[in-house]
């Protein structure tokens, strides 16, 4: 017969089986199960005969079991777990005395892993112990999750709101039915946020042999819901249309105060955000000055789309019309602000903090503005649990509201330590150099947030917030705060290739390489080489930030470069040709090559605890100019820039030694993209303290960048606002002009990015001397010598004035854009530039003495020619000045547009395409300017039929109207950034 003993609690059970007539225990089994498994079949008979039987012998349980030690346990069925990591879960140990209890709590152990859908352990008796057989087997594994059906939300959103719900990953998770649940609860949620309110999902479980499965969501999403009509109860002093601009979530998307473009676009119905929007219409409300308005729950009414859309086309789907309940109650205007607890605090400085004034209507955002401003004031003496209460008073009868802000300062904390996480390469000493919070100082949050504004602007770490990145830990026995700053390290080494397409370089390519934090110190190292069809650079700099551990920042850089001025092939590499100018037109322009060579040297001074710098800088170097055409040579060979010379002389050697102070105050969040902040550059080049120029140079720079949200500057806002201003004048002193390539010129890509590079500037008449032929009236040339045709034509000698820019003496530029940001390397941007370069300064376009006598010493005219050779010639005085052409000089210049700019990781250089509109241009008919009058002109040519055809053509020739036409639009590619 069998007899066993049953002993345990609700699923868990213990059975001892024993055949009688055997002298001793020869098999023994305990099976333990999990509740409802597929062994339960087996373990049900069994049990019921143990359990008949286990009365009759518990003494001869008691000794088969006693003295008994545990085997090494056996582990069976398991297939993705290890089976060491199952017996690390074990509390029974080989050696150890067997109990039944061990082995209920190992069973405990094993269940509450939730790796198994069923548990069973046998116990198994040897002469010497006893081993647990434990036979396991695993949950499935999910080795792919399908989605069917779904159209609104990618799977990457679904992705996304299964880590904000805290599911995460499913695939290659075990079978969870629980988890499955939260998942389709989480997926009808982000159908809903999408306007399918009547969404279904259905899960479907495919078994994948031997032990997986495959998820199915299968989705129906139901009709589109949109926001349809939105309507208020009670409303009487403020407008429905106030209101309803309130609802951010739940308004039509249009064209705001507008009449009948703001209800474009209706907005997705979303049920979890309409308590949100109701208190913003409570809060409009108290901006108002109603500050118990009270609304009440919104009620929603769910109809069929009818009608048609704004464009004409029938609306489809669901609408939801919310009517929302308002009490608006009394206006209040502000009696007074009132500080309680305020100790030894100045009550001025602290109601300061608060932009609103007694006697106007109350408004509720901008006294929040003013306890946020309250809680910074206290925060940077120390006070950094400050807490600001306010508690209303009213005085209904002349609808006052007056406030009582309980001040509880809390403790003053003093600074223990500043550490630092994440900084694997940079040295502790080159961040804490940047801190203007100091251990052991009293505790100022304005100063550690200026702190970690000049972390950012050093741009070795990802972008730093003061509220995300850095952590406070405060003793307030010792009355001490413990920071830590977690950064994350950029990569410091950039070696990359880039090239493109821009005005002032034209195709290039190039490589480059920089170290922005050299060994971790702060220091860099940059080496660049480009090449193109317009330029070549060659640069080697470095920069030590502090110098000999002080503030002090050292750089030099040594430089090889040549540039094509030459507006003709400015663009060559997109379209062959300028995209703006006629080939005549482009003859205007001056265009000219310059090799440069040379070294600077820069020395910064850090104001401290500011934003500000005082620099100066030492530059030397050696040019020389090639000229394109016979306008830009006259220009270089007549202007004063180098004294003593003219001619080819002043093309080589052009050696500037230039000093140039400088002033910078630069609270700019950011290196790259900046998103908030000013920054001022001041600075002045003066040449003459050696070399062979005498200029100076004064630019003033102004930037400013504003968060925006929508058409609202935010501190939240994701879009930028950006401003720029610029005013540069440039002036020659000691007798000398600036030189032609230091002379102000604008247009392209950098300042008014609708015109082509360096042509938006004044136009100036140039005084040259032209040989023109002397011609018969039958179009054939006059020879010198009728016998020796090798002698060549007659030509006549004319003063003749030529036009040309030469850029300006001053000018003034300003953008602006509203950057977008589409990703992390894609911006779209609506810009505005004006340009205004003149000039105003006739002295600065004075000829040098030799440069006027070349030009006024030859005699001009041919009007008597006797064997071969002109007599009869005269000279001509050109004015000393040279003379800007009327009508181009303060002229404006507008662009206005759009951008789209993406950074390339590969290149590293922000490509741009934009199309941009003038408004304003330069649209001329120009008289050519004679040096002469027709009198004069005439006698110049032989009293002949000759020379009267050949003056007539010169007169045509010299005397026609120029055509000044800048383009009304552009459409461009390129490589480079406005500002």
Not at 313 to 330: A, C, F, T, Y
Not at 393 to 401: P, S
Not at 561 to 583: I, V
Not at 892 to 904: D, N, W
Request: hydrophobic share 35%; proline share 5%; charged share 20%.
């Amino acid at each position: 017969m069998v007899r066993g003993q049953i002993s345990g609690s609700e699923g868990v059970r213990i059975l001892t089986v024993k055949q009688e007539g055997v002298s001793s225990l020869k098999h023994v089994q305990m099976i333990l199960r999990s509740p409802g498994s597929q062994f339960g079949r087996w373990f049900r008979p069994v049990a019921a005969a143990a359990f008949l039987s286990a009365a009759v012998a518990p003494a001869t349980y008691a000794q088969a079991t006693t003295g008994q030690t545990f085997c090494q346990p056996q582990v069976v069925g398991n297939r993705r777990i290890p089976k060491e990591s199952v017996i690390a879960r074990l509390f029974e140990r080989q050696g150890d005395a067997y109990d039944p209890s061990i082995v209920e709590r190992d069973f405990n152990s094993l269940w509450n892993t939730t790796y198994f859908e069923d548990v069973r352990i046998e116990k198994v008796e040897t002469p010497s112990c006893v081993q647990m057989v434990i036979y396991v087997h695993e949950k499935p594994t999910i080795r792919e999750v399908n989605y069917k059906g779904l159209n609104a939300v990618t799977q990457s959103d679904v992705l996304d709101r299964f880590k904000k719900a805290k599911i995460g990953s499913l695939v290659e998770s075990q079978l969870d039915f629980t988890k499955i649940k939260r998942a389709e609860v989480a997926l009808k949620g982000l159908l809903a946020e999408h306007g399918h309110q009547f969404s279904t999902v259905r899960t479907e479980v495919k078994t994948i042999p031997p032990a997986s499965v495959a998820i199915t969501f299968s989705i129906k999403e139901g009709p589109t819901v949109k926001v349809g009509k939105i309507a208020f109860e009670g409303n009487h002093e403020i407008s429905s249309r106030t209101l309803r601009a309130a609802m951010r979530n739940s308004r039509p998307i249009g064209i705001p105060h507008s009449i009948i473009l703001e209800n474009l676009f209706s907005r997705t119905f979303d049920a979890t955000k309409l308590d949100e929007d109701a208190e913003r219409v409570r809060a409009a409300y108290g901006d108002k000055g109603y500050f118990k308005a009270q609304t009440g729950e919104p009620q929603t009414k769910i109809r069929d789309a009818g009608g048609v859309n704004f464009l004409l086309m029938p609306s489809h789907g669901k609408r939801i019309d919310i009517l929302v309940p308002v009490e608006e109650g009394k206006r209040y205007r502000l009696g007074g602000i009132k500080f309680l607890n305020a100790k030894d605090k100045n009550v001025n400085i602290l109601r300061n903090q608060f932009p609103m004034k007694d006697g106007d209507y109350f408004n509720r955002t901008v006294f929040g503005k003013g306890l946020e401003n309250l809680r910074k004031a206290y925060g940077s003496l120390g006070y950094i649990n400050f807490v600001g209460t306010p508690q209303p008073r009213f005085d209904e009868a002349k609808n006052l509201i007056y406030l009582d802000i309980d001040l509880d300062e809390g403790k003053k904390f003093f600074v223990s330590r500043i550490e630092f996480s994440g900084n694997t390469v940079t040295r502790d000493r080159v961040i804490r150099r940047e801190l203007m919070l100091e251990e052991g100082q009293q505790y100022n949050n304005q100063l550690w947030e200026l702190s970690i504004l000049r972390l950012n602007q050093l741009n070795y770490f990802e972008n730093l917030k003061a509220d995300q990145d850095s952590e406070t830990r405060t003793n307030a026995d010792e009355g001490t705060v413990d920071l830590l700053l977690k950064l994350k390290e950029k990569g410091k080494n950039s070696i990359g290739l880039n090239g493109g397409i821009s005005g002032l370089s034209g195709s290039f390519i190039g490589l480059n390489y920089e170290t922005n934090n050299f060994l971790g110190l702060g220091e860099t190292l940059s080496v660049t080489a480009n090449v193109g069809d317009l330029s070549r650079n060659l640069t080697l700099g470095f920069t030590e930030p502090y110098f000999r551990n002080k503030p002090i920042s050292l750089g030099f850089q040594v430089f090889a470069t040549k540039y094509d001025y030459n507006p003709a092939k400015s663009y060559g590499a997109t379209s062959g040709q300028s995209a703006n100018l006629t080939n005549a037109q482009q003859s205007l322009l001056t265009n000219y090559n310059q090799s440069t060579t040379g070294l600077s040297i820069s020395l910064q001074y850090p104001i401290r605890r500011t934003f500000k710098r005082l620099g100066v800088s030492y530059s030397l170097q050696r040019a020389s100019v090639t000229t394109f055409n016979d306008n830009t040579r006259n220009i270089f060979e007549t202007l004063a820039f180098r004294s003593g010379l003219a001619g080819q002389n002043q093309l080589n050697g052009i050696i500037t030694s230039t000093i140039t102070p400088s002033f910078t105050y630069s609270s700019i969040d950011r290196a790259v993209g900046p998103h908030s902040g000013r920054d001022l550059n001041v600075a002045v080049q003066i040449a003459g303290a050696g070399g062979n120029v005498k200029y100076f140079s004064p630019v003033v720079s102004l930037r400013q960048y504003y968060p925006m949200k929508g058409l609202r500057i935010s501190r939240d806002g994701h879009n930028v606002l950006g401003m720029r201003a610029q005013l540069a004048h440039v002036e020659g002193f000691g007798g000398q002009v600036a030189p032609p390539f230091n002379r102000v010129y604008a247009g392209g890509e950098t300042d008014v990015r609708g015109f082509d590079i360096r042509s938006a500037s004044p136009y100036t008449f140039i005084p040259t001397k032209v040989m023109f032929n002397l011609t018969n009236p039958d179009g054939s040339t006059v020879p010198r010598d009728p016998t020796n045709p090798t002698l060549g034509n007659v030509q006549v000698p004319l003063p003749v004035y030529r036009l040309t820019s030469v850029g300006g003496d001053t000018s003034l530029t300003t953008n602006i854009e509203y950057r977008i940001p589409v990703g992390n390397s894609v911006t779209f941007a609506f810009f505005d530039d004006f340009n205004l370069t003149f000039d105003a300064l006739k002295s600065q376009l004075r000829q040098s003495v030799l440069g006027q006598t070349q030009i006024d010493s030859p005699l001009y005219g041919c009007p008597v020619f006797v064997n071969g050779a002109c007599s009869g010639g005269k000279q001509v005085s050109f004015p000393n000045l040279l003379q800007t052409a009327p009508g181009t000089n303060y002229v404006p210049r507008m662009s206005m547009g759009a951008e789209v700019q993406v950074i390339l990781p590969i290149v590293n250089a922000p490509f741009r395409i934009y199309y941009a509109y003038n408004p304003l241009r330069l649209y001329e008919d120009l008289p050519q300017k004679l040096a002469v009058d027709n009198t004069t002109f005439r006698s110049f040519f032989p009293n002949t039929g000759a020379g009267l055809y050949s003056y007539n053509q010169a007169l045509q020739f010299y005397g026609a109207n120029y055509q000044l036409r800048e383009p009304r639009k552009t459409l461009r590619l390129t490589v480079s950034t406005t500002f």
